[in-house]
């Protein structure tokens, strides 16, 4: 029951005040390591590699990819840049026959993936993850990973892909469900795509 802040408290409650809203709380569990790295699991075969941003008073430079780094074995091939308009989500999409590898250069994605690999350790298990162009970063989607792209700012997001083989324009490596399908344990309420 409320007290008017008049009111003095009675001794008997202030004395359970503490107690009895702690005892329905819940505590938070650890999400980052030491070094203050997120511990939130990838789906087995995910990695992010970490870029650096330079900045001066003209302006910034960030290297997206260099095959040199040590990250993913397999060549740089082709790339391409891909956008999503506020609120829109792209996916879900599959491919079979390459990775993706994505670097986030302006605005806000929720990445979200679903592991339908019979072999894989996190086999029927979601992921989420959250890609911006305020922290310059590849991160890659294995094959037949089910993935989603929902852009969750206000702002068209811009991504480049850098796939581990070049587009076939006759028969493109694509395979799609829509974003309500029953095949896949993520809701994305109201927003819109395919
Ligand atoms: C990828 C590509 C596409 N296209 C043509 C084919 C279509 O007429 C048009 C749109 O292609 P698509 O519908 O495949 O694009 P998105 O659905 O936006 O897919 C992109 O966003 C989601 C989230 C991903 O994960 C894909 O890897 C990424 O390609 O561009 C080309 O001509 N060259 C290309 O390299």
């Not at 075969?45 to 960030?62: A, K, N, Q």
């Not at 397999?74 to 609120?87: A, D, K």
Request: aromatic content about 10%; hydrophobic content about 35%.
């Amino acid at each position: 029951m409320q007290t008017p802040d008049h009111e003095p408290i009675p001794a008997s409650d202030r004395s359970t005040i503490l107690e009895r809203t702690l005892a329905g709380a819940v505590q938070d569990q650890r999400t980052v390591d030491a070094g203050r790295k997120s511990i939130a699991p990838l789906l087995d075969g995910m990695s992010f590699f970490d870029s650096v941003r330079h900045d001066d008073d003209r302006g910034s430079v960030t290297e997206l990819y260099d095959p040199r780094w040590p990250w993913s074995t397999e060549p740089m091939v082709f790339s391409y840049m891909f956008t999503i308009r506020p609120g829109m989500v792209k996916g879900w999409g599959l491919h079979k026959l390459h990775e993706d590898r994505y670097f986030v250069i302006s605005g806000e994605i929720e990445l979200v993936l679903y592991d339908p690999r019979p072999d894989s350790s996190t086999c029927g298990k979601i992921c989420k993850v959250y890609l911006s162009g305020h922290r310059p970063r590849l991160i890659n989607i294995p094959r037949n990973i089910w993935h989603a792209d929902h852009n969750i700012g206000t702002v068209e997001a811009v991504v480049i892909n850098f796939p581990t083989i070049p587009y076939d324009h006759s028969a493109p490596d694509k395979y799609r469900l829509p974003i309500d399908t029953d095949l896949i344990p993520y809701d994305f309420g109201a927003a819109k795509g395919w």
